[in-house]
């Protein structure tokens, strides 16, 4: 079922990135951003009487669903529904790096900072125009990368990562004598 503009969705914690959940795009997702708690939910108005014989809850590999009930309004109470549960591992649709980030940029995301202890920051650093990133600074172990994933690919830096780029910070300049 694709989402309709007269649902009403929202949740408890984080009602803000709730339609993250129901725009049907694998690089974005919805999360509580807190560990699992009573009184925690994902709430779907249709807007008037649905038959649904069937609920896809998709999760990214990092997240467990810990407890999860499916309840229906009868009325003024809300009744479970029987469900049978099964867990289906679904392989990504190749790489998102570049869709992330354009997904990012959507949101006027122009920058990104990372250091080479985020897990993820040998693959951008190393392949940063496949992220649809450039590099313009780097201090000790942490990079700014500019967002340019609305653009055309970018070409890869020259090969010269080995080389030590001098610290900013420590650069003399000396004036030029005449």
């Excluded at 649902?7 to 690089?27: K, L, M, Q, Y």
């Excluded at 994902?42 to 309840?71: C, H, K, Y």
């Excluded at 951008?124 to 201090?139: D, K, Y």
């Excluded at 990562?161 to 300049?173: G, L, Y």
Aim: aromatic share 8%; charged share 25%; hydrophobic share 35%.
């Amino acid at each position: 079922m694709v989402r309709r503009p007269e649902w009403r969705i929202t949740s408890r914690p984080n009602p803000w990135e709730i339609g993250s959940a129901f725009d049907n795009d694998p690089v974005t997702r919805w999360r509580t951003k807190q560990t699992a708690a009573p009184g925690m939910y994902v709430e779907v108005d249709f807007g008037s009487t649905v038959n649904i014989d069937r609920a896809e809850i998709l999760t990214a590999p990092d997240n467990q669903l810990s407890r999860m009930r499916l309840l229906r309004e009868d009325g003024s109470n809300w009744v479970p529904v029987a469900a049978t549960v099964e867990t289906i591992e679904t392989p990504l649709p190749g790489f998102l790096g570049r869709a992330a980030m354009q997904e990012w940029k959507a949101r006027r995301a122009d920058y990104m900072m990372i250091c080479n202890t985020d897990w993820y920051a040998r693959d951008v650093i190393s392949f940063p125009q496949f992220w649809g990133l450039t590099q313009v600074a780097e201090r000790g172990a942490c990079h700014l990368l500019r967002n340019d994933a609305g653009l055309p690919p970018i070409e890869p830096p020259p090969q010269n990562r080995e080389r030590e780029r001098p610290d900013p910070a420590t650069v003399q300049t000396h004036p030029q004598e005449h």
